[in-house]
């Protein structure tokens, strides 16, 4: 064996190592999380600066990684060629050639694919760290050549790519739920943090107190009238109306009742306890109204729908519920649970609870819509016609002509509701 031989089994040695290290680096690079990156970053990690740089044009690290393993792949070749046409006896002809081929792909896939990428998926953090460098360097370097093969893709895919998130929120959802399972988070943080999540994409109509289920007091009614009304349903905020619910004139605390109250010789004059009472429309995110509510005091709100009317009222306390669960102390008014689970087959629902909370609880798959947020509103909106005060409860036909495989309850209340 010459001098020659020798130079072209190191170059095909070299061009396999140098193709292994790209595929490894390309996996590691892929393999590691952005949060974890980030949070590197976030530590004073240079390296790891530099890396989350490259994450953030993977185009630009994946197409240097590329062009390198292509070009050692090549050189392997042609150094296997000149090996096989040196040391191949000439008679084997096509099968030579055939062996030849089929060795080296064997060779390759052990050594420049399969074997690198195990290896980095089982070090991706270290070894993204470690090439992070060297690869930014050579993306400058081969920034011509870079350039002619972006322009290419785009050309071919129609255009730059939308960088995606960090995190969506179903990987969010599902991290919460790995996290739960492995004794990392609680059950209840899971909840909060998930309703954290879902409130900003709620509606505030999605949570207020519907018009019809308001407790509100009369403008220029008694003292002893309000001291009932406000003793029988324990609430601390009421409003007051004037002729009817779409004029709302103001809001009365029971604490400045309770200050009237100490002055029984006083006339009673409601006016003069009412405060002023603020306004939002239904279609605001429950998110932003939250942010309103704290920063301007407000506790209680009239919600009104796309003609001014008032659709129901919302609290602070409402809102805050949507992120920790139920709130309630020694004077709420205890409530029938909405959804009551009979069997498999069966369960008692409230008509006025949410559509979508229903098809969460039960694994329903139900349709829903912008139309409706209430399991009544989706029985009649299928139905297309107001269900009848004698149609107690609903008819298992017409249950089933709107496909709800549930008996749906309606609550006539008596104004027992859970604004405070």
Not at 402 to 408: M, T
Request: hydrophobic residues 45%; negative net charge.
């Amino acid at each position: 064996m010459d001098g020659q031989s020798y130079g072209e089994i190191a170059l095909l040695v070299i061009c396999v190592a140098v193709a292994g290290l790209a595929s490894a680096t390309e996996t590691a690079m892929t393999s590691i999380g952005r949060l974890r990156v980030r949070h590197l970053v976030d530590e004073g990690s240079q390296a790891a600066a530099v890396l989350e740089r490259l994450q953030q044009d993977p185009n630009r690290f994946l197409s240097t990684v590329l062009v390198v393993n292509t070009l050692a792949l090549i050189l392997a070749s042609f150094a296997t060629t000149l090996l096989s046409v040196r040391y191949m006896p000439p008679s084997f002809g096509f099968l030579g050639d055939l062996l030849v081929s089929l060795g080296l792909s064997v060779f390759l896939l052990i050594f420049a694919e399969v074997t690198p990428k195990t290896i980095a998926i089982r070090r991706a953090e270290s070894l993204a760290l470690r090439a992070a460098g060297p690869v930014d360097a050579l993306a400058r370097v081969l920034r011509p050549v870079l350039w002619f093969i972006t322009l290419v893709s785009r050309a071919i895919t129609g255009g730059r790519a939308a960088r995606a998130p960090y995190l969506t929120e179903q990987e969010l959802m599902t991290l919460l739920h790995v996290s739960e399972e492995q004794g990392v988070i609680e059950e209840e943080e899971r909840e909060m943090i998930h309703g954290i999540i879902e409130i900003g994409d709620k509606l505030v109509r999605e949570v207020m107190v519907p018009r019809t289920d308001i407790t509100a007091l009369p403008r220029g009614c008694s003292r002893d009238e309000v001291v009932r009304v406000f003793r029988e349903h324990g609430h601390t905020r009421l409003p007051v109306y004037e002729g009817d619910l779409d004029h709302i004139a103001g809001l009365v605390n029971v604490k400045d009742l309770v200050l009237s109250l100490a002055e029984p010789d006083q006339p009673f004059d409601l006016d003069a306890l009412m405060r002023p009472i603020h306004y939002t429309p239904q279609s605001k995110k429950v998110d932003e109204l939250l942010h309103q509510m704290q920063s301007e005091k407000i506790h209680l709100m009239i919600v009104l729908d796309e003609y001014g009317g008032t659709a129901g009222l919302v609290t602070l306390e409402d809102l805050l519920e949507e992120i920790v669960g139920e709130i309630r102390d020694e004077y709420d008014i205890a409530e029938e649970e909405p959804v009551t689970v009979v069997d498999h087959h069966e369960a008692i629902v409230d008509a006025s609870y949410p559509m979508a909370e229903l098809n969460e609880l039960l694994d329903l798959g139900l349709e829903e819509s912008e139309d409706y947020d209430s399991v009544g509103g989706y029985v009649m909106a299928t139905l297309g016609r107001v269900r009848l005060r004698s149609e107690r409860p609903w008819p298992e036909p017409v249950l089933e002509e709107a496909g709800l495989p549930v008996q749906s309850r309606s609550q006539l209340r008596d104004g027992s509701n859970n604004h405070r």
